[in-house]
């Protein structure tokens, strides 16, 4: 049982340039997080998704875009990649009721 | 102001020793209460999750929550080596799950010697 499964584990970009960080659970749960972890700083809320069809902005969303492909898969997106936005992201997964279940991030860098 | 302040620590403990680890919060609508435990370059892991006040107790674990003085703890009795990690409270207004979002307190480092 694999939980949430997150990738690339390491990416290194260059300012301007765009990807893709994919996140998939194998829980059956209907919500979907993503959140950035900074020194400091705390994990931070940046999109969710309630349910399959539905997303919603969360605390920093700026600079982002998301898309639940499915009940399984949440991504998300950056355009344009921007130094600010070097961190760890982390993925998330819940069900009604029952705390979030964390994959174990994608450290990104911005040159 | 932080909705959830954390002392970031670190904390060094001799193995054996009670850890006791706090965070205060200002919002009352929180109800639920979570304790988390990050290892280093893995993602958070629940540890205890308690509604509304009283204590919960997990093995080592004991978890508190005072919400008349918003102020939860968590204790481990017997420290491990293996519970050197960065502990994260973590709250929510309403039930984790759809539509729920949690506020996390910016954790704390634990170390447990030999």
């Known amino acids: 049982n694999a939980g949430v499964t997150q990738t690339p584990k390491f990416q290194v970009l260059k300012t301007g340039q765009s990807m893709t960080l994919q996140c998939a659970q194998d829980?059956?749960?209907?919500?979907m997080y993503w959140y950035r972890q900074d020194p400091g700083m705390g994990l931070r809320l940046i999109y969710y998704?309630?349910?399959?069809?539905?997303?919603d902005k969360g605390e920093v969303p700026n600079g982002y875009n998301v898309s639940r492909l499915n009940k399984r898969e949440f991504s998300l997106r950056l355009e344009s990649a921007a130094p600010s936005q070097t961190s760890v992201y982390f993925c998330?997964?819940?069900?009604?009721?029952?705390?979030?279940?964390f994959g174990d991030g994608t450290r990104l860098s911005i040159l | 102001q932080k909705e959830v302040e954390q002392d970031p620590g670190p904390l060094s403990v001799p193995e054996g020793a009670i850890v006791s680890l706090n965070c205060t919060y200002s919002?009352?609508?929180?109800?639920?209460f979570m304790w988390y435990r990050q290892y280093s370059r893995k993602g958070p892991e629940l540890l205890m999750y308690?509604?509304?006040?009283g204590n919960k107790e997990d093995g080592r674990f004991t978890a508190q929550v005072d919400k008349s003085s918003k102020y939860i703890s968590l204790f481990i009795r017997d420290s491990q080596p293996s519970d050197s990690a960065t502990y994260l409270c973590?709250?929510?207004?309403?039930?984790?799950?759809?539509?729920?979002?949690?506020?996390f307190g910016t954790g704390t480092r634990l170390q447990v010697t030999l």
């Open positions: 998330a997964s819940s069900n009604s009721n029952q705390p979030q279940h």
């Open positions: 829980m059956n749960h209907n919500s």
């Open positions: 998704s309630a349910s399959e069809g539905t997303t």
């Open positions: 919002n009352s609508a929180f109800q639920y």
């Open positions: 308690t509604y509304s006040s």
């Open positions: 973590a709250m929510s207004a309403s039930r984790t799950g759809t539509a729920s979002k949690l506020t």
